[in-house]
């Protein structure tokens, strides 16, 4: 038997599992573990989260495609070790874990392949198929190294060097995640509407999470703004790139984050400046911001992060010296 995952939305992949009287359902999750049918338990997989993940199926397609990325990586591992899926061996789970750090993995994309791999399991248990949950008790190293030294913020320069080469469609775009701190694909969401640069606010409705919010624009993003509605807003001049066109509800013309990506990366290497991705220009936010108010509440806030605890591991931080002024009159 060989399931190969419908391309529809969420709920229609569900579909074919979901439909099925829950004896069948068991029967062929049985047998698609027996015969590590890697296209048919992704699609198990997928199934699972739709009905039983926290988000059902508002689960974002990026999560998605994590969860399946990761139980397609975990499913290949398991058929090259011939591991029982349904009876698994009590040391598989850390046994896999092993692996991915051997292979030089860092300890926090370990972790992400770890949480696929349990929600196939999560999904093998729903389906009736076993009672296995070899990943419950299995441990991932801590990293101890700060986010922001991993993966840090652009500089000053940096940004400057690529605004200065950058179309208006890109130099937007990096005002957005640098100042506004806007994740990739709440920019990429934004419509006309949600932009209202005389108030100096940003309506991003498609938040993590589902979570709205109301942002603040930078005196610089403003003006970024006004010049790039002038240009492309509703009722100007069609500027068409593959599927979307500017002159619609849509602020960009890129239809995906691998456009986006694209177009960025080609002002990035007209300035001689490496790439390190969107997140780097929201830790440029992060950090500047924090360094200007000290007040990490505000920080998370702006860049629309439930915990304070995620802007201080891996978004802003304070300058070594922050405290010298204040300890001056000691």
Known sequence: MTLVPFGGDLLAQSRAWTNLHDDELRRRAVQAAGEKDIPALVSLTTAYLAQQGASGVLTSP???????????QFLEYATAQALNLLRPHRHDAQGYIGHLLAAGRKPAGVQLKVAAAACLYRALRWAGATDADPFRDAKVPKDRTSGLVKRPPYTEDELADVIEKADVHAKFLLFLTAHAGLRISEALALEWTDLDEAARRIHVRSGKGRKERIVAMSSSLARATRHYRA???????DHTDGKRTTASSAVFRYASVMTARYHIEKA????????RGFHAGRKYAGTRLLRQVKDFGRVAAHLGHESVDTTRRGYASLAADDLKDDLAGW
């Open 268 to 275: 990035f290497g007209a300035a001689g400046v490496h790439f």
């Open 62 to 72: 990026r999560t998605v495609e994590a969860y399946q990325l990761g139980a397609r």
């Open 231 to 237: 240009l492309y807003g509703l009722g100007g001049p």
